[in-house]
C-alpha cells in the first residue's frame, strides 16, 4: 500500500471507513491489493480491538489506528493516518523514532510507561501528555518485520493526579512542623518528608529505599530493632527515642510514634535535641550545685574542726619536737629506742596535721599566699625534688615552653600540687616508666569554657603531667577527684592528693582537667589564669632556700587562748633568747602593750580569739598605740578574718598550724630582720 493510494482513499471515505472498504472489498482468501498478509491480518486485528491500536508500518513507517484510538489523537489528526509518522507527528518523531527503530532493528518488544510527549493537537496550544506504550514487531511471511504494532493507553489524567496528590502531599509535609516518613515491614523507608532535609541535611534520594541503620547511633541500633520488630508484629510505638547522624557529622535525637498498618508502618518523630541539651544542661546544673553544696558543707565540717584541730596537733608536734631536741641529753642506751617512739609519734601527727590540710585544701579554704611566677622556673627548680621523690625507675622530662606567660600562685602550694601528682605517677608505674612535665601558654574559648563549671575564656598558662602508667578506666576517671576516693590498698593513701589539687587550682582561679585510659597511662591538664604584668626584679621560681634556725633578743607579745599551745610557743621562742609577754586574750595583749617598759617588737597573736576580738582587731589597736610594730598571724583555720577570696589579706603574715620549731624561728626572725612593718588593715 502507498502512502498516496492510502491518502486517497481516506480522503474520499473518511480514516477508518476507508479502512473497513479496502478490507471488505477484497475476499478472506485473497490479499488486498498491494497489501501484504501480514497487514492484511494486522489491520483485521486493528479494527476488532477496542483498544487504542496504532500501527507503524513499512519503510516510511506509515501510521495506522482504529476507532478506539480516534479520541486519544487521531480525531485531532487526520492528516496522519495513512502517511509517514515523521510528516504526521514532526514534533514526537525525536522521541518515537528511537523507540521505533529499535522494535523493528532488534525485533524486541518494549514497554514504555508514563511516556512523556509533547504533542500540538490541532486547534490546541501543545501540551505535555503521558502514555503507556507497548511495542512490539509485526512480521511478514519470510520472517523479516514489516512494522511495529502499538497498544497505546493515555495516561495523562493519572499522572496528573498522581503529580498533584505528591504536589499536596509535600506542601502538607512542608508545614508539618515535626518530620513523617512511611516505611514498610523491615524498616525501609519509602516516603519521607521534607523536613527530615531540613533537619539532617540528608537529600531524599539519600534518604528512600534504605533502612535508617547507616545513620543511626551505634549505641541505639539494638533498640531500634526492637521496636520494629514489635511494629512488624502490629503494635505501635510511642514515645522511642533514638539518635540519627547528620550530615554534617553531629546527631539529632528524636521522639517517635510510629503506628502499622497493612503492610506499612507510619511514623511521626519529633526533634528533641534542644530539649535533651536542655535537659542536660540542668542535670549538669543541679549536679554542680549538688558538688558545690557538697564542697560547702565538707569546708563548713572542715573548717569546725580544723581550728580546734590544729591546736591539738601544734600541742602534739610541738612538744613532740621538744622531745625530740631533749632526747640528746638521754644516756646513749635509751636513746635509739626513745627517739624511735617520738619519731613514729611524730609521723602520725605530721600525717594528721597533712590529711587537715589537704582537706582545707579540697574544700579551697586554706590560705593561699600567691606570687608573681614564672612557670618554667617553678618547674625546672623542682626538677631536684622529683628525681628525689621519685627514684631511679622514673625517667623525668621537664619541657619548657618559649615565651611562657607569667602566673600568680601560691608557690609552695603549687610544688605541693605537682609532687603529688608526680607521686600518683610514680605509683601508677610499678615497674618504672616516663613522667613528662610540660609547660606552654594556651587559650581557652567561649565554647569549651560554657561546657565547664567555673571555668572563663581567656589566657592561660598549661602544665601537663602525664604519665606511662596503668591509667584509669572510665569509672575510675569519673571518681578521681573525689575525697578519700582511691584504688591504692589500705595504708598506702588517703584518696586526698588529686583531690587536693583539684581544690587548689579551683582555689586560685584555675581548671584542671583528667584525662587517661586503662594501660595506657594519665595525663592531668592544669590551667592556671594569665597574669598580666612584669615579674617581681627578686623573683627566683622555686628555687628557695631553708634558712638557719637562729634568734634573738627583742620582745614578742605572744596572744593565745589555747595555755599549751601558748606555753609550747612560749618555750620555743624563749629557747631562741627572745625576751616573751604571754597575754591569753585581746584585752591581756592590749594591756600587757601599754604595761611594757620597752616597745615590743613583734605581735605573734593566734586569729581566732575568745571575749569578741579577733587577732586581726588586736593588731590593728596594738599598731595603733604602737605605730610600726610588727604583727605575725597564727591559725589552724581563719576564714574571713585575715582571708577574703581564698587569700591573705594584703601586708598579712602568716603561720599556718601546726608549725614547727624551725618554722616559728625562721618566721618570726625573718619579720624581725624587715626595715619596714606592713600595717594590717
Not at 486485528?45 to 501510521?63: N, Q, R
Not at 567555673?454 to 603531667?465: F, H, K, T
Request: glycine fraction near 8%; include cysteine.
Amino acid at each position: 500500500m502507498s502512502s498516496a493510494g492510502t491518502a486517497a482513499m481516506i480522503a474520499a471515505q473518511g480514516p477508518i471507513g476507508a479502512l473497513t472498504a479496502q478490507i471488505d472489498a477484497n475476499s478472506p482468501l485473497g490479499p488486498v491489493e498491494g497489501w501484504s498478509p501480514a497487514l492484511i491480518s494486522t489491520v483485521r486485528l486493528m479494527l476488532s480491538s477496542t483498544a487504542e491500536i496504532v500501527l507503524f508500518w513499512g519503510p516510511d513507517l506509515c501510521a495506522l489506528y482504529n476507532e478506539a484510538y480516534m479520541p486519544t489523537i487521531g480525531d485531532k489528526h487526520p492528516r496522519v493516518l495513512g502517511r509517514p509518522a515523521r510528516e504526521g507527528w514532526a514534533e514526537l518523531w525525536d522521541d518515537l523514532e528511537p523507540l521505533l527503530r529499535s522494535v523493528i532493528q532488534d525485533g524486541q518488544s518494549v514497554h514504555a510507561k508514563d511516556r512523556p510527549f509533547y504533542i500540538e493537537r490541532d486547534g490546541d496550544q501543545g501540551e505535555e501528555v503521558f502514555f503507556d506504550i507497548s511495542y512490539s514487531p509485526v512480521f511478514e511471511a519470510d520472517g523479516s518485520i514489516g512494522g511495529a504494532l502499538c497498544i497505546v493507553s493515555e495516561t495523562t489524567r493519572r499522572v496528573r493526579a498522581e503529580q498533584e496528590m505528591r504536589a499536596d502531599r509535600a506542601r502538607l509535609w512542608a508545614l508539618a512542623r515535626d518530620p513523617f516518613l512511611v516505611a514498610d515491614r523491615n524498616g525501609v523507608w519509602i516516603a519521607a518528608s521534607p523536613a527530615w532535609t531540613d533537619i539532617l541535611g540528608w537529600s531524599e534520594q539519600e534518604l528512600i529505599g534504605r533502612t535508617s541503620e547507616w545513620m543511626e547511633h551505634p549505641d541505639d541500633l539494638e533498640r531500634t530493632r526492637g521496636e520494629l520488630a514489635g511494629l512488624a508484629s502490629g503494635r505501635p510505638t510511642v514515645r522511642f527515642e533514638n539518635r540519627f547522624r547528620a550530615k554534617d557529622g553531629g546527631y539529632r535525637n528524636f521522639s517517635w510514634t510510629a503506628v502499622p498498618e497493612n503492610d506499612l508502618i507510619y511514623c511521626v518523630a519529633r526533634d528533641v535535641t534542644e530539649q535533651r541539651a536542655h535537659a542536660r544542661a540542668l542535670a549538669d546544673a543541679e549536679e554542680a550545685l549538688r558538688q558545690a553544696q557538697k564542697m560547702e558543707t565538707l569546708g563548713q565540717l572542715t573548717g569546725g574542726v580544723a581550728h580546734d584541730f590544729n591546736n591539738l596537733l601544734q600541742i602534739v608536734t610541738g612538744n613532740l619536737e621538744l622531745l625530740q631536741r631533749g632526747l640528746e641529753k638521754i644516756s646513749d642506751d635509751d636513746q635509739p629506742r626513745l627517739r624511735r617512739a617520738a619519731d613514729n609519734a611524730m609521723a602520725g601527727a605530721e600525717r594528721a596535721a597533712l590529711l587537715t590540710q589537704r582537706l582545707l585544701a579540697f574544700s579551697r579554704r586554706q590560705p593561699l599566699a600567691p606570687e608573681r611566677i614564672d612557670p618554667n622556673r617553678l618547674v625546672s627548680g623542682m626538677s631536684d625534688m622529683l628525681i628525689r621523690s621519685l627514684g631511679e625507675t622514673i625517667e623525668i622530662e621537664l619541657i619548657q615552653g618559649a615565651r611562657v606567660w607569667a602566673v600568680e600562685i601560691d608557690i609552695n602550694q603549687m610544688e605541693n600540687a605537682l609532687l603529688n601528682l608526680a607521686v600518683n605517677a610514680r605509683d601508677a608505674m610499678p615497674l618504672g616508666g616516663k613522667l613528662t612535665i610540660e609547660v606552654a601558654n594556651t587559650h581557652i574559648d567561649a565554647v569549651y569554657a560554657a561546657q565547664e563549671a567555673e571555668v572563663l575564656p581567656g589566657q592561660y598558662v598549661l602544665i601537663s603531667v602525664s604519665d606511662t602508667g596503668e591509667g584509669m578506666d572510665e569509672e575510675v576517671l569519673s571518681h578521681a577527684i573525689e575525697p578519700f576516693f582511691t584504688t591504692k590498698e589500705v595504708g598506702r593513701g588517703t584518696g586526698l592528693g588529686l583531690s587536693m589539687v583539684y581544690g587548689f587550682i579551683k582555689q586560685s582561679g584555675g581548671h584542671i582537667r583528667v584525662y587517661s585510659e586503662a594501660g595506657h597511662g594519665t595525663t592531668v591538664k592544669i590551667y592556671l589564669p594569665r597574669f598580666y604584668g612584669p615579674l617581681p626584679d627578686n623573683d627566683t621560681g622555686a628555687e628557695h632556700r631553708t634558712p638557719p634556725i637562729c634568734g634573738g633578743d627583742e620582745t614578742v607579745l605572744v596572744c593565745e587562748d589555747d595555755e599549751k599551745v601558748r606555753a609550747y610557743t612560749v618555750d620555743v621562742l624563749r629557747e631562741l633568747g627572745y625576751q616573751v609577754i604571754e597575754a591569753g586574750n585581746g584585752a591581756a595583749a592590749l594591756q600587757a602593750l601599754e604595761e611594757a617598759p620597752e616597745p615590743i617588737h613583734l605581735l605573734f597573736t593566734d586569729v581566732i580569739l575568745p571575749g569578741g576580738m579577733t587577732g586581726a582587731d588586736i593588731a590593728q589597736e596594738a599598731q595603733v598605740r604602737q605605730p610600726g610594730l610588727k604583727v605575725l598571724f597564727a591559725t589552724g583555720y581563719a576564714r574571713n578574718a585575715i582571708i577574703h577570696h581564698g587569700r591573705l589579706d594584703p601586708g598579712v603574715e602568716l603561720l599556718t598550724k601546726p608549725f614547727t620549731y624551725a618554722e616559728l624561728a625562721a618566721k618570726v626572725r625573718d619579720m624581725l630582720d624587715r626595715t619596714e612593718a606592713r600595717q594590717v588593715v
